[in-house]
């Protein structure tokens, strides 16, 4: 049982914002056991300003809640039976050369946090992509 709600605005005119949230976790059907690796809350937010005609900012965060990391928890360690929650902030741009060329810079977890995208696989720290997108 979950829900699932999705908000889209423009605040103003060069100001939109975005936000997901997803409540609940995934059951197996056969003996209600909750899944493992779903959170009971995941909320995403994107905010993207229009500073140019062809330059756009950006600012992301995202939160998810402990996650279970094993269907029969006594397989494992008590410490090793779930993964923290997760509390990450980005920011990027985006440059349109064209309607068919566009760069774009994106910083992921600014704040550094250290955490686990599955028992024993951490997650890189600030992570730093770019690139350019073609339409064709």
Same mark, same amino acid.
């Given at each position: 049982?979950?829900? #699932?709600?999705?908000?889209?605005?423009?605040?103003?005119?060069? $100001?939109?914002?975005?936000?997901?949230? *997803?409540?609940?976790?995934?059951?197996? %059907? /056969?003996?209600?056991a909750l899944l493992p690796m779903h959170p009971?809350?995941?909320? %995403?937010?994107?905010?993207?300003?229009?500073?140019?005609?062809?330059?756009?900012?950006?600012? /992301?965060?995202?939160?998810?809640?402990? #996650?279970? /990391?094993?269907?029969?928890?006594?397989?494992?360690?008590?410490?090793?039976?779930?993964?923290?929650? %997760?509390?990450?902030?980005?920011?990027?741009?985006?440059?349109?050369?064209?309607?068919?060329?566009?760069? *774009?810079?994106?910083?992921?977890?600014?704040?550094?946090?250290?955490?686990?995208?599955?028992?024993g696989y951490e997650a890189p720290g600030i992570? $730093?992509?770019?690139?350019? %997108?073609?339409? *064709?």
């Amino acid at each position: 049982i979950g829900g #699932q709600a999705s908000l889209q605005m423009k605040l103003i005119e060069k $100001l939109h914002v975005d936000a997901d949230l *997803f409540l609940g976790g995934a059951v197996n %059907r /056969t003996d209600d056991a909750l899944l493992p690796m779903h959170p009971a809350v995941d909320l %995403r937010g994107r905010a993207e300003y229009a500073i140019t005609e062809q330059l756009t900012g950006s600012a /992301t965060v995202q939160f998810q809640t402990e #996650q279970r /990391t094993a269907i029969a928890p006594t397989n494992l360690p008590s410490d090793q039976q779930t993964i923290g929650a %997760r509390f990450l902030l980005g920011a990027g741009g985006n440059y349109r050369v064209n309607d068919n060329l566009q760069a *774009f810079a994106e910083v992921t977890n600014l704040l550094g946090m250290k955490y686990n995208l599955w028992r024993g696989y951490e997650a890189p720290g600030i992570e $730093l992509r770019a690139g350019v %997108r073609v339409k *064709f």
